[in-house]
């Protein structure tokens, strides 16, 4: 493991935090993608169609 | 002989059309994904274990690799927004609105990451984690348009309507970004001024500029990454709000 001084513990918590954080913005916008990916697919099993695609 | 009778759309409006862009950023998201994560792999590499300690600073330098990006980021995104806005209220552009609206959550996390890594790097160098200064109150005051941003797009039920709404907020609240840049020249502050972009060059030797270039570049082709992933997901959910209409018009 990499000695990094007395201040370790600045420097890891810094780190840790930006990765948890992106993390958590990738893992929200995958859960997103999912809720509206669904949303869609309900509507197309009900029949619902865009205008332009009926015709 | 052959008359025209309706001119041909330009190469830009049928790239920026909602479903020719849902086309065209498909096979582009694994890619950058890819290419993010192995320049993180190789920043990461080059900050650790190939980087020297500062004489001063000592190994708190390593954050730097990581709150410059952010603050940079922090920046871009908003200077994105701010262009997006123009082309929402100039040419009421629907890619622009959807552009504007993914682009915030994305500038507001930045943003705060860049306040939370200055802090953790403000503490062992500076000895206070936070100081009422021209360059961290503005970036604060960043962090606060875009929260507030993202409270305006929730407001409105109507994406149109709250886009031209949000884009003029978005213009006024660019005032701040050349506060930010020139906060450190402006007033005296704990922040110490620009040491990379300088009109005489980086003032920082290779083994530390090329990590920080390598970590910036890499943060940036996260954002693109997110970024048209996020835009892609909003031009499905308008998509799926506009369903729901015609749907809720058809019913007796």
Redesign the interface.
Known sequence: MIDLGPHAVFIVAAYLGVFVAIGVLIALIVLDRRRVEKRLARLEAQGVRRRSAAG | MSFETAQKPSWFARLAHPGQFLAWTRPLLIPLALLSAGLFAAGMYLA??ASP?DYQM???V??MY??VP?AWLSQFVYALMAVSAIGSLVWRHPMADVSMKAAA??GA?FT??AL??GA??G??TWGTFWEWDGRMTSTLVLLLIYLGIIALWRAFEDPLRGGRVVAVFTLLGALNIPIIKFSVDWWNTLHQPASVFRPDGPRMPASILTPLLVMTLAFTV?FLT?HL??M??EI??R??V???R??AAAQP
């Open positions: 650790m274990f300690e000592g190994d708190t390593r954050i990581i709150h952010n959550p994305l996390v705060a990451l939370y890594t953790l790097w503490r062992p996260l997110l992933a996020s892609r997901t499905r959910r998509r799926a506009s369903l729901e015609q749907r």
